[in-house]
Nanobody, 125 residues
Framework: QVRLVESGGGLVQAGGSLRLSCAAS????????MGWFRQVPGKEREFVGA????????PYADSVKGRFTISRDNAKKIVYLQMNSLKPEDTATYSC??????????????????WGQGTQVTVSS
């Protein structure tokens, strides 16, 4: 069982930065790929990016590539989402997710087994 808790969301002006954190419980964190997704009301949850359990593969959605960076600290059991050059269209609830042990960095919701509750990010214009 893995429990995930996101933090770091808030209100920021366009062009600003935020760093989200996702703290995990359980002893299998270091063996799991981690993903970040976002969702706005009325729309489907959208893939943002992911990081392999080895840390050496980090796919991103085209909409955030070059602006967002995912990293992980396995000793602290935390995965980060650094968001720079934020745009109003980045406004959403951001959730982290843990994939299957030793699995790949999927881009779909079904690739992940555990989910956090999410943290709200609002970017004002």
């Amino acid at each position: 069982q893995v429990r995930l808790v996101e933090s770091g969301g808030g209100l920021v002006q366009a062009g600003g930065s935020l760093r989200l954190s996702c703290a995990a419980s359980g002893h299998t964190f270091s063996n799991r790929p981690m993903g970040w997704f976002r969702q706005v009301p009325g729309k489907e949850r959208e893939f943002v990016g992911a990081i392999a359990w080895t840390g050496n593969i980090t796919p991103y959605a085209d909409s955030v590539k070059g602006r967002f960076t995912i990293s992980r600290d396995n000793a602290k059991k935390i995965v980060y989402l650094q968001m720079n050059s934020l745009k109003p269209e980045d406004t959403a609830t951001y959730s982290c997710a843990a994939g299957t042990q030793y699995g790949g960095t999927g881009r779909t919701i079904g690739s992940y087994d555990y989910w956090g509750q999410g943290t709200q990010v609002t970017v004002s214009s």
